[in-house]
Nanobody, 123 residues
Framework: VQLQASGGGLVQAGGSLTLSCAAL????????AGWFRQAPGKRREFVAA???????NYADFAKGRFTISRDNYENTVSLHLDSLKPEDTAVYYC??????????????????WGQGTQVTVSS
């Protein structure tokens, strides 16, 4: 299964981006999903998660600035990044599988990963 992440880019501090994650196989219906990020020299960290039922959870740094959403018809999951800061610079990865854990909060990795999309925030 392949997940395709897109939407990264270069933006000035205070700007916005919307990342999108789509399954490339029609037979793969996204259930639980999350976004993680990894900055150079740092560990991969949790950003946001959305359960199959639509429950959302965010890392503290993402609360109030980032919004995770899903489009079940399009079979995509998006992450809107607002009020970006230079410290948000990282490769952002989508993570998903077909399970329907209604309580999924991003506390564990799911089975499938997108290839990562670079977000660079200039000061």
């Amino acid at each position: 299964v392949q997940l395709q992440a897109s939407g990264g880019g270069l933006v000035q501090a205070g700007g916005s981006l919307t990342l999108s994650c789509a399954a490339l196989e029609n037979a793969f219906t996204i259930g639980n999903a999350g976004w993680f990020r990894q900055a150079p020299g740092k560990r991969r960290e949790f950003v946001a998660a959305i359960s199959a039922g639509g429950n959302r959870n965010y890392a503290d740094f993402a609360k109030g600035r980032f919004t995770i959403s899903r489009d079940n018809y399009e079979n995509t999951v998006s992450l809107h990044l607002d009020s970006l800061k230079p410290e948000d610079t990282a490769v952002y990865y989508c993570n998903a599988d077909t399970t329907l854990d209604p309580y999924y909060s991003g506390s564990y990795y799911l089975d499938f990963w997108g290839q990562g999309t670079q977000v660079t925030v200039s000061s």
